[in-house]
């Protein structure tokens, strides 16, 4: 079965039974769990024989966490609070849940024989660190003054107190960073912290902050089509997309919730980047994010173009296969910008070199070029010498493309854009049958 039927398959039935009753007070705990579709999608059963995320600190800088929610305890750490008389980060803050909802979606637990019932994160056996801020209104856009927030205290408390990810599934009123919160993104990267921020859900290509910060792993929403969510904003900017449309996670006004957003889909990619550092505890946040746009999962639709694409990006995360598959480190950084300063784990901008050739005498360059040209000239015959034998042997195995076509190891930027087996998220057994009709479409979330 193909992978986008597979979507069809096991996320359509659970959706139309999740709409049936999405807007009660209380849905069952059992139905709850057939309602997460991403964790049936992604083959969870497989990923976490492979790593479930134990050791990995992840921040979520968000309302703050309900830490007492059956599907949390034991999960959630103390963490701070930032906001003016919101008490601590691990208690519910009024009504507001976004944050236990995201927390819930990366570490939860569920609860119940074999913790079969309820909310299960995507890492259930990462940590969570609760960086409660004030969101504000109900799209998270500002704090409650209806200024434009910070985040750059929040992140660095996150980085100092050992998070390894961090969670931002929220925008501000700015369409950049201020140069406190890019400082605070720069710290997070020079300690090998990766930061994931959502791309928002206005359906537009206007850059909103944090999602536009440098060196930010931006994650845009998948619907269980396997297509963009259009209200997912878009530009240069997504590297990723994960699903978010009618996702189940856990509450605090009700035990559990039913919504749509980018906020969901971060969450998701949050997780994955907390499975891949527990297994991979040796690579860099650069690497992590590496392994998930080469493993990441590409409609038909998108077969043969440039990537990453704006709303693509490189496409949706698929957990399983970064687990698994067998790829080079790469480069620290990844598919992420290096620091502009070329300290910690980026690369300078090139302004050193400049300096230090300035400082060079005229002997010592003209070596230099001359190596460089000697060294051209070798390249210059071994280009000769295989374009000669591949011509006496036919074209490389996998067709055009690169080494091994579709689901090998080549494409653009060597980036592998499709799986090596027809449904890399290995649908369960017992998975529902067939796609009913689509579901109304659903406002924005968050």
Partial sequence: MSFTRTLRAVGGVVVAGALLFGTAPVASADQVRKDQWPLRVFGVDDIWTASTGKGVKVAVIDDPVDGSHRDLKGNVLPGKSFIAGGGTADRPYGEREHGTAMASLIAGHGHGPGGGDGVKGLAPDAKILPVGIDLGDPEGDSDSSGKSMSYAE?????????????????????????????????????????????????????????????????????????????????????????????????????????????????????????????????????????????????????????????????????PWQALIKKLPAGSENGPLPALKDGSGKGAGDGKDSEQAAKGMSPGVIIGIVGGVVGLLVVVLIVVLVVKKKNRRNGPPPGGPGGYGGPGGQGGPGGFVPYPSQPNPYQQQPGAPGSYPSAPPAQPPGR
């Fill in 154 to 318: 929040p992140l660095r408390y996150a980085v100092d107190h050992g998070a390894r990810v961090v969670n931002m599934s929220f925008m501000t009123d700015d369409v950049v960073p201020s140069d406190a919160e890019q400082a605070a993104v720069d710290y997070a990267r020079k300690h090998d912290v990766l930061v994931v921020a959502g791309s928002g859900n206005s359906g537009v290509s206007s850059p909103r902050n944090p999602a536009v910060a440098r060196g930010v792993l931006t994650v845009g929403a998948a619907d269980i089509d396997l297509k963009v969510w259009k209200f997912s904003n878009y530009g240069s900017h997504i590297k990723l997309l994960a699903p978010g449309l009618h996702i189940r996670s856990a509450g605090v006004e009700s035990p559990y919730r039913l919504a749509n957003g980018t906020s969901d889909a971060t969450a998701y990619v949050s997780a994955t980047a907390a499975l891949l550092r527990s297994k991979f505890p040796d690579l860099t946040a650069g690497q992590i994010a590496n392994r998930m746009v080469k493993t990441a999962v590409l409609p038909d639709s998108m077969k043969g173009k440039k990537l990453p694409d704006p709303h693509y990006g490189y496409g949706i995360v698929n």
